[in-house]
């Protein structure tokens, strides 16, 4: 009941393109849902957040979508660039669960110029 | 700000040796966690440490353990080291007890075994 699945594994876009990555989970618990961007070499860094009372956030070109009842999120990057070439990955927590973040196993997403 | 340092960068133990990894938080933040990212498999959880308590645990066996230090930096030690040890180590922080804060993570220690 812990687990966050994410798909696709990898992606590859073309720049100015949009990039959409899915996650679902099964714990109902789960009352916060962030993202992360991970670039080699370096730890994962918070891109996004988001929580279940609203269903959807935006900052600058990166949205979260979220859909309570359906028991999944995503992620879109807007206007993709090279730049944005990184691992992503979903994660999910309660209070409940010890405050451990529950991570999805990661897209690699390529933006190609 | 500085962020979360986490030391050494690497580290390359023989199998059966222990491991110490260390990790100094963003200052003001009480809480530490450890995640083990090993190729192919994500980023699994091992450890929460709050004011100076475990708080949670991951399904890691015993010889994973650690602790935090009265100016809430933590360390994390692998004992009898396996070959499947081997990852990268990541260090979190965040404000005390906060699960809907976001983690703020270090660079990680990458752990070679041979």
């Not at chain 1, 995503?74 to 990955?89: E, K, N, V, W």
């Not at chain 1, 994660?91 to 010890?98: E, L, T, V």
């Not at chain 2, 308590?53 to 809430?72: D, K, L, T, V």
Request: charged share 15%; with cysteine.
């Amino acid at each position: 009941q812990q687990q966050v699945k994410q798909s696709p594994q990898s992606l590859i876009v073309q720049k100015g393109g949009i990039s959409i990555i899915n996650c679902a989970y099964e714990n109902t618990a789960f009352d916060y849902f962030p993202w992360y961007q991970q670039f080699p070499g370096k730890g994962p860094a918070l891109l996004i957040a988001i929580r279940p009372d609203v269903s959807e956030k935006k900052e600058g070109r990166f949205t979260i979508s979220f859909n309570k009842s359906a028991k999944q999120f995503s992620l879109h990057i807007m206007d993709s660039q090279p730049g944005d070439s990184a691992t992503y990955f979903c994660a999910a927590s309660s209070k409940a669960a010890g405050n451990k973040l529950t991570f999805g196993g990661g897209t690699r997403v390529l933006v190609k110029p | 700000e500085a962020g979360v340092t986490q030391s050494p960068t690497h580290l390359i133990k023989t199998r059966g040796q222990q491991a110490t990894l260390r990790c100094s938080p963003i200052s003001g933040h009480t809480s530490v966690y450890w995640y083990q990212q090993a190729l192919g498999l994500g980023l699994q959880f091992l450890l929460w440490y709050d004011e100076g308590e475990e708080r949670n645990r991951g399904n890691f066996p015993p010889r994973f353990s650690g602790r935090q230090f009265p100016n809430y930096s933590s360390e994390l030690n692998v004992n009898a080291l396996e070959l499947e040890d081997s990852a990268l180590y990541l260090c979190a922080s965040s404000p005390t007890g906060r699960h809907n804060y976001g983690y703020t993570f270090g660079s990680g220690t990458r752990l070679t075994v041979v």
